[in-house]
Each structure stands twice: as C-alpha cells, then as structure tokens.
Antibody
C-alpha cells in the first residue's frame, strides 16, 4: 500500500528552524515528483514546494530562500527544512506524490502541525 | 503567478441536488486543472485531474469540464458524504496555486 507519514511538526519560536520528514512506503520517493502543501488554521490550501525526479526544486515565493526540500533515497524519505520561521508559517504541512502528465497530487499524508509563536 | 478564483465561496444544498462549482484561471492553463475534496481534519483527496478525468475509485457522480481559463466541477446528486470543501488547483506553471475553496453545506 502506498503511504506517506509526516513528522517533525512542533511549536517553535519566530526565527527558529524545523525539519519536517515525510516517510514513504509502497513506492520509491526518488522515482516520483513530490510536493509539500500547507494549510493555515481555518484557511485554504497553499502549495509550498516541489522536488522533481532529477532533484531540481521549486518553491512558493512566500518560502523561497527560507525553506529547502530534499530527499534521502536510502531512507525513502522526503524532507522540508524550514528556517527563519514566521508566525504566518503556522499551518498543517502535508506531503503528497504527484502523478500524471497533468501533475495532480495523488497520495497525501495525514499532515504534521507547525506552530510558530513566542 | 496564476490566480485561481472559485465561485461560489460557499453554498447550501439539499441531498439529491445537482451542484456546480466554477473555477477561473487568470490566464490560460489548457487542462492543467485538478479538483480536490477536503473534509474537516483530513487531508485533501483528488477527485478530478486534467480537468475532466475521474480519479480511480471516485464515484461517477463527480464530473469536471473546461479548458483554457474556465472550469466546472459538478456533483450530479449530492449525498451526505459529499458535504465538504472543494478546491481547484492549477499545475500549468509554478508556483502552483489553489482556488480559495468552496464549502458545500447542508441546507
């Protein structure tokens, strides 16, 4: 069964750093495009980042220069390194696989909660 | 960035009603348009991809149409399990963007 499990969410002070993990099972992370999406409390969905099979990455303007997406092929795990965190980064963070020639988000994890507050 | 505008933002409907949600892109996106359903406290679930393709396992009461800038999601006969928030999302160019969501509530 294809499954994604996020972890690493926490309460963190503004300016701090956090690394989220997304452990995959049932498929190979490096063989798929993978993405992070977040949802602030009571708000809609916001795309955060993507990592392509070749390893190139892309980011939303709101996180560019602060967040870094990566993967560890030996652990079959996706990561999101988040630096210089702001209150507006408070959200549930989901990882998801991307499928198809039109790039849709297929399998999602249950999410992990990041709260940025002093 | 491509802006996605959904309408309405919310709607009240009865079981058995036909419901249509529209999504407009600020520039042409061909058929790089996906629809997701999200229920409270859970992750989104893809319903329709590439504007009109039904994801495996999704009931045929859901359908999508459109290309270019205007798209629709239709639920042919609303059932209790369909009360949720629906989002469109463009994957034509990064940054990928979502519509603001349409909350479908019970009348």
């Amino acid at each position: 069964e294809v499954q994604l499990v996020e972890s690493g969410g926490d309460l963190i002070q503004p300016g701090g750093s956090l690394r989220l993990s997304c452990a995959a099972s049932g498929f190979t992370v490096s063989s798929n495009f993978m993405t992070w999406v977040r949802q602030a409390p009571g708000k809609g969905l916001e795309w955060v980042s993507i990592i392509y099979t070749g390893g190139s990455t892309n980011y939303a303007d709101s996180v560019k220069g602060r967040f870094t997406v990566s993967r560890d092929n030996s652990k079959n795990t996706l990561y999101l390194q988040m630096n210089r965190l702001r209150a507006e980064d408070t959200a549930v963070y989901y990882c998801a696989t991307i499928q198809g020639s039109r790039y849709y988000m297929d399998v999602w994890g249950k999410g992990t909660t990041v709260t940025v507050s002093s | 960035d491509i802006q996605m505008t959904q309408s309405p933002s919310s709607l009240s409907a009865s079981v058995g009603d036909r419901v249509t949600i529209t999504c407009r892109a600020s520039q042409t996106i061909s058929t790089y348009l996906n629809w997701y359903q999200q229920k409270p406290g859970t992750a989104p679930k893809v319903l329709i991809y590439a504007a009109s393709s039904l994801q495996t396992g999704v009931p045929s009461k859901f359908s999508g149409s459109g290309s270019g800038t205007d798209f629709t999601l239709t639920i042919s006969s609303l059932q209790p399990e369909d009360f949720a928030t629906y989002y469109c999302q463009q994957s034509y160019s990064t940054p990928w963007t979502f519509g603001q969501g349409t909350k479908v509530e019970i009348k």
